[in-house]
């Protein structure tokens, strides 16, 4: 491990600060980070743009984190104890090589940001669980390939921010009209013919981007590793 790593986990503990921020460090193991599971004060991880595939059972350690940031490195699959973590509010998975999340994913009771863009899920990769996020305010799954959308997501009725595009969905479920509280709905990129008429009383308060076909690209998700 680099001193410069040694050094912010010692700063943290030693001066008690709140956020520790390891973005871009080549950090391939969270286990190599001496110490950092020791840091049960903090509220803040920043971990994104580094070479991570896995996350240890000891994240559930930090047990005030508010805030986790694992955007851009090649995660495959994450621990169930990453449900403990009772106060987390935002959690990044962008940009990741995920293909299921973990049973009991569901019970975060604080969560309100979930960005699970660039990752390799579908509507089988959800445990049965995930719609009792009830406290999201942002679902960002963009860029991933779900086909269909559960009607369970009708539960999240505190969402402002629904974001779909660039999969491969052929339809959204009638409930997605009892989001009433939703603002932006990102929907191009997918292969929806039609609406469900439920969105129609959104028409004035949901900013609705349209459908547009699929965009023809190298996903960052296939190339994670030259990223």
Request: some cysteine; proline content about 6%.
């Amino acid at each position: 491990m680099s001193k410069s790593l040694k050094k912010i986990v010692e700063e943290s503990r030693e001066k008690n600060i709140l956020e520790v921020d390891m973005c871009d460090r080549g950090i391939s193991s969270m286990l190599d980070i001496s110490g950092l599971f020791t840091l049960s004060h903090i509220t803040q991880l920043v971990l994104s743009h580094n070479k991570l595939t896995t996350v240890p059972a000891n994240i559930a350690d930090l047990r005030n984190l508010e805030v986790l940031n694992f955007f851009n490195n090649q995660i495959e699959e994450l621990p169930i104890q990453i449900s403990s973590l009772q106060k987390l509010k935002h959690l990044n998975l962008g940009m990741n090589r995920l293909n299921s999340l973990p049973r009991g994913f569901g019970s975060l009771p604080a969560l309100e940001v979930l960005d699970l863009t660039y990752n390799n899920l579908n509507e089988n990769s959800l445990p049965g669980n995930f719609f009792y996020l009830t406290t999201l305010r942002a679902l960002y799954l963009s860029d991933n390939d779900f086909e269909i959308l559960p009607p369970d997501i009708g539960k999240l009725t505190k969402l402002q921010i629904l974001s779909l595009r660039d999969n491969d969905l052929i339809s959204l479920p009638k409930e997605i009209g009892e989001l009433t509280q939703l603002k932006e709905l990102h929907i191009q990129g997918n292969r929806l013919t039609v609406l469900p008429p439920e969105l129609a009383f959104m028409a004035d308060t949901c900013r609705r981007t349209p459908n547009h076909p699929r965009r023809t690209m190298t996903s960052p998700r296939r190339s994670a590793g030259s990223l």
